[in-house]
């Protein structure tokens, strides 16, 4: 009898390990999904349009947006609940410094639903002085996958 029992416990441990590590606990995918992106210039920086986005179930709480310079870079880490209003809910995340400018990223849920779709976008521009970024400088903004570390997609690459 207590052989039996034994066997039973050490089969429901190994089933629930097993489950574990194959299908997780139930969170965040860890395949980064892919995504395309478009850019406008706005007044002292640059629009980012995410056109595309292969998973509906990104909430921007698993995301980072990062601004690099070649050298230096910014990120900012926006949370789901500053985007989840119901109708579009834009957030303005903190100054951070990139090299010798400080920028600002603004981020706007289209949807409002707390999730990175489609027709979202984000800002990014120049702060406390600057009117540009520099004119001889390239520079590239991506949103960052939080689970993997990746980069969604390519991003979007600009010159000041």
């Given at each position: 009898?207590?052989?039996?029992i034994?066997m039973?416990?050490?089969?429901v441990?190994?089933?629930?390990?097993?489950y574990?590590?194959?299908?997780g606990?139930?969170?965040t995918?860890q395949?980064t999904?892919?995504?395309?992106?478009?850019?406008q210039?706005?007044?002292n920086g640059?629009r980012?349009?995410i056109?595309s986005?292969?998973?509906?179930?990104?909430?921007w709480?698993?995301i980072?947006?990062q601004?690099s310079?070649?050298?230096?870079f910014?990120e900012w880490s926006?949370a789901?609940?500053d985007?989840?209003?119901?109708?579009a809910?834009?957030?303005?995340y903190?100054?951070?410094?990139?090299?010798?400018l400080t920028v600002?990223?603004?981020?706007?849920?289209?949807?409002?639903?707390?999730?990175v779709?489609?027709s979202?976008?984000?800002?990014?521009?120049?702060?406390?002085?600057?009117?540009a970024?520099?004119g001889?400088g390239?520079y590239?903004?991506?949103?960052?996958?939080?689970?993997?570390?990746e980069?969604?997609?390519?991003?979007?690459?600009?010159?000041?």
């Amino acid at each position: 009898v207590i052989a039996t029992i034994l066997m039973v416990a050490i089969t429901v441990v190994l089933a629930a390990v097993l489950y574990v590590m194959v299908l997780g606990f139930g969170g965040t995918s860890q395949t980064t999904p892919a995504a395309t992106y478009s850019k406008q210039t706005i007044a002292n920086g640059q629009r980012i349009n995410i056109v595309s986005i292969t998973k509906t179930d990104v909430g921007w709480d698993d995301i980072k947006v990062q601004l690099s310079d070649g050298t230096n870079f910014a990120e900012w880490s926006p949370a789901t609940a500053d985007l989840d209003g119901g109708a579009a809910v834009s957030h303005n995340y903190s100054t951070q410094s990139l090299g010798t400018l400080t920028v600002c990223c603004w981020i706007y849920d289209v949807g409002g639903n707390g999730y990175v779709s489609g027709s979202d976008y984000f800002t990014v521009f120049t702060y406390g002085g600057a009117t540009a970024f520099s004119g001889s400088g390239s520079y590239s903004a991506v949103l960052i996958y939080v689970p993997t570390g990746e980069k969604i997609g390519t991003g979007q690459s600009f010159t000041g």
